[in-house]
């Protein structure tokens, strides 16, 4: 059945019966006479999450394991640059700017009613009062966010007063949730809230772990297999500012040889006289400048403590940090150029690793694309509008394109040389012509 005939069918019954279709029963959507909307909650079951944080040591030490990874992981991205970075990227990456496509209707007047509905919707799904910048782009951008960092997405939807349209989805810290299996099958969410477990509901709740094993659909974040390297190069860093904070100035060694006595001279004099040259020596070595240079008697000797080079030195704790900065790129499935910590990569190298990256992206959008089609769908059965909204991301590249456009040239004259030639017939030229086209059009779908 297509997705306009159950439209219609949803429309004709809920004017008759005030009933769904069960094609539509799944997305939590349930009428009855005395209320139009009973699935979604005028107002969120779930708390933000602010109790959690600072009364966290009341909580059963066999639930505190998953929330203090991720608080872990947390203080790593707010306090860790590289990881900070990798955060970053990440989300601008995946929070590209995107557009969304009507199906199921050629009628104009429908269409400028649909869009309308989800323009709307768009702003208001996710605003704050003292911010002015909403909607759909603010609440994708902590989507990713909290994806990356926290290894999950959770949030509840609620519906408007009067039970007619959606009205807000709250965002619910991952860190608060927990999981119950339900005879064995279905898992079941709950919120941490004043040290008990409240069950959310199931139609309003929106979850999605990423990386999940069938054990435990919590998910993973991307620094779970970082804070050891990330320990060890802090522990690094630390080193090397104990070592090379005197870079500017390096640590000598003074040699003072002892004055000569004088035959009249008493030991006691000659020993308060030795003791004075020397402190003054000393004296004027503590007081000297980086700038300045020491002028003393040719009994004073200055040497240098140290490595035979200071360069030698530099190298080793650059190709130290080097490789342990490797391993933590490695660890969020990013690659140092792409942080910051460029080693001269020849640029067909970078190409071909963020073509990679631009794939790993589209499968990460996947879910947000689900879950903005899920809010809009929603949104339009609600007002009655017998449409599908689709959702795109544009992750058009703006290099390459002259390499394709000649590749697509080669094959096509290919082609033409085959028909010339006898190869091939006209028919089967074109078909071949048609293919390629194809070929092309699904790499720009992919793309997007």
Known sequence: ??????????????????????????????????????????????????????????????????????????????????????????????????????????????LDSAKKVIDDLDQRIFRHSYQKFGGVEAMLFQFFSSLFTDGAVCGELTVSPNKEGLDKFFFIDPATIRFKLKDGIEWEIYQEQNGGLVKLNPFSTFYYGLDVDPSDPKGKSIFSSVPFVVRIEQRLLEDMHKTMHNAGYHRLHVKIKPPERFSFESDKAYLERANNYFEDTVEMMRKIAPEDN???????????????????????????????????????????????????????????????????????????????????????????????????????????????????????????????????????????????????????????
């Open 294 to 448: 020491p002028v003393t008697w040719n009994d004073v000797e200055i040497t240098y403590i140290g490595p035979s080079g200071q360069r030698s030195q530099a190298t080793s704790w650059y190709i130290n940090h080097k490789s342990l900065v490797e391993d933590i790129c490695a660890g969020v499935h990013l690659d140092p150029f792409m942080l910051g910590y460029s080693y001269g990569p020849p640029y067909n190298w970078a190409q071909i690793k963020y073509e990679l990256v631009l794939r790993f992206v589209v499968s990460i959008q996947s879910p947000a694309k689900k879950f903005l089609e899920w809010l809009r769908n929603l949104e339009l059965s609600l007002k009655g509008i017998p449409l599908r909204c689709v959702h795109h991301f544009d992750n058009r590249k703006t290099f390459g394109l002259l390499e394709k456009y000649q590749a697509e040239k080669i094959r096509l004259e290919n082609t033409l040389k085959k028909i010339e030639a006898g190869f091939i017939t006209k028919e089967q030229g074109k078909r071949e012509i048609e293919s390629l086209e194809l070929r092309f059009e699904k790499e720009g779908e992919s793309r997007q």
């Open 1 to 110: 059945m297509s997705p306009l005939s159950i439209f219609k069918k949803f429309l004709s019954k809920v004017k008759k019966k005030e009933v769904l279709p069960d094609e539509l029963k799944g997305m939590g959507l349930s009428f009855n006479k005395s209320s139009k909307f009973s699935g979604f909650p005028t107002s969120p079951v779930s708390k933000r999450g602010d109790d959690f944080y600072f009364n966290q040591m009341a909580f059963p030490a066999e639930r505190y394991d998953h929330s203090f990874r991720i608080k872990l992981y947390r203080f790593l991205r707010d306090n860790i640059p590289v990881l900070n970075s990798a955060v970053w990227v990440w989300t601008r990456f995946c929070s590209s700017p995107g557009y969304f496509e009507l199906k199921g209707s050629d009628d104009k007047k429908l």
